[in-house]
């Protein structure tokens, strides 16, 4: 007499390892999932921070360059400096107005609306980036700062104050100012040299003595890690070369 087989309770050995191989799988692609995203949270908070600093920066720039004035200085020896030049120790430094005077300051003694600005890019070792962020590049060397710098006075003194310092973009990798204007020969209007194409230095290495330097454009092209190469044109106001 052949006995029946008693039914199967429970699960086999391998039905077991598939439901863990199956649940391993789910929770790994749920983790990758939830990494992923938190990346690309991380990755558009920085974007967005960064594109906020940026139009910051901008926003100083443009203002400075809209007010430019034909106002010469004089430097710490005494000798003159053009109202706007690259032919210094910082991509750019100019004269421009629209500074306030304080209403607590003596009435007597007003001082000037004008003000001595400069751009530069320094390295996070020097002191001008000390408000800096500090980040390593991606190459793991230390980075560069964006700064705006001005004066306290026009003309400058051996006692004269050093400049006060903003930083407006960390870690910065590179930038440049490019000039487009013309050339002025009052005394002969045929004599007048109008520059086509970007110029790296201004005024005009063109000008003759005796010319007057009137620029229209001022561009500036500088690149930023993650976002790359950035390129933005400022308009001046029209015969800035008028001094003042």
Partial sequence: MIKSAQAQNGFTLLEVLLAVAITALIGIGASQLLSSISNTSITTNERALQLRTIQRMDLWVKRDLWQVAGREVLDLNGNPRESLTNDSDYLLEFTHSGQANSPFEDETFKRSNLQRVAYAVRSHDSDYCMDADKKTDEEGEGGNCFVRLFWPVL??????????????????????????????????????????????????????????SDLAKVKLVYSVEKLGEIERIYEVPRYAFIRE
């Fill in 155 to 212: 003309d400058l003194a051996p006692n004269s104050e050093g400049p006060v310092i903003q930083v407006l973009i960390d870690n910065i990798l590179e930038a440049k100012f490019y000039f487009k204007g013309q050339a002025l020969d009052l005394t002969n209007s045929n004599n007048n040299i109008v520059t086509k194409d970007w110029e790296e230095n201004w005024p005009s290495p063109f000008m003759s003595p005796g010319m007057i």
